[in-house]
């Protein structure tokens, strides 16, 4: 199989790594990537065989794999679809999936493609970030299933699988919906703890010393790419405006009790806070 993999940063540069380094010869992975540094890099690292131009691409591949920013996604996604021929398949890695799948809704060639999101990361970004084992034992999401012809979904399961990862559906709606609340919230928080902590605390050195590992857990997503989620916060706003009014609810709550030194709602907030280790653990709540 030969797969064309538009985009090496972390998440196109590790399918294209963990593709080049287990399939034991039986997969080529060629490269698209307009940034001529990361297609250097790309080659220098061996995740790609060759970079190719889209017209390349189509003439050689089977499979195309979309790892680009989430607001150029669209744009590729129609380039391929306009010239892909009935056995070829595409699939993009996107962290919002609504806008992407309705861009393309009447398309033709709309069955050749499968809707996707691999769940892993880091807050690195670039070919060298790209690492093996980023998707093991990870879940991936597969949008709007049945708008997809089944050889497409088997052959995009197919490689999922083979990158340690198990699959399950959803709409595109809640997908992003679900994906703002939890993943893109995160972010937003990191972001604003860091933007905090740098305004209040001028002397760099004490942070530095005395960031614990709670700091640095909580703002080690602030170091990652504004590119990319500039473009997620750009395509997923009104899911994640609803989001942050939420938890602008729950912080001045807090403040209040902080404010007030009600040490009884402190730890009641927290003792409510604590049930997100159950639902981590995936333990269901028995509600009487």
Known sequence: MKIAVFGLGLIGGSIAKELSTRSLGTV??????????HARQAIDLKLVNSILTLEEA???CQVFILAVPVNAIENVLLNVLNNIKSHQVVFDVGSTKKEICASIKSHKNRSRFVAAHPLAGTEFSGPQAAI??????????????ALSDDDAIETTL????FLGM??????????DKHMAYVSHLSHVTSFALSQTVLDIEKDEKQIFNMASTGFASTARLAKCNPITWT???????????????VYIVKMKAFKQLVDKIDTQGMHASIE??????????GIKLNKK
């Open 272 to 281: 409510e806070a604590n049930q997100i280790e159950r639902v981590l653990k």
């Open 58 to 60: 189509i003439e050689k």
């Open 166 to 175: 198990n699959s399950y559906f959803l709409s595109s709606e809640e997908h």
């Open 28 to 37: 080529e992975v060629y490269g698209i990537e307009k940034n001529p540094d």
């Open 231 to 245: 473009a997620i916060f750009e395509k997923n706003a009104k899911y994640l405006s609803e989001a942050l009014d």
């Open 132 to 145: 093996l084992g980023l998707f093991d034992g990870k879940k991936n999401i597969i949008c709007e299933k």
């Open 158 to 161: 197919k490689i999922f699988e």
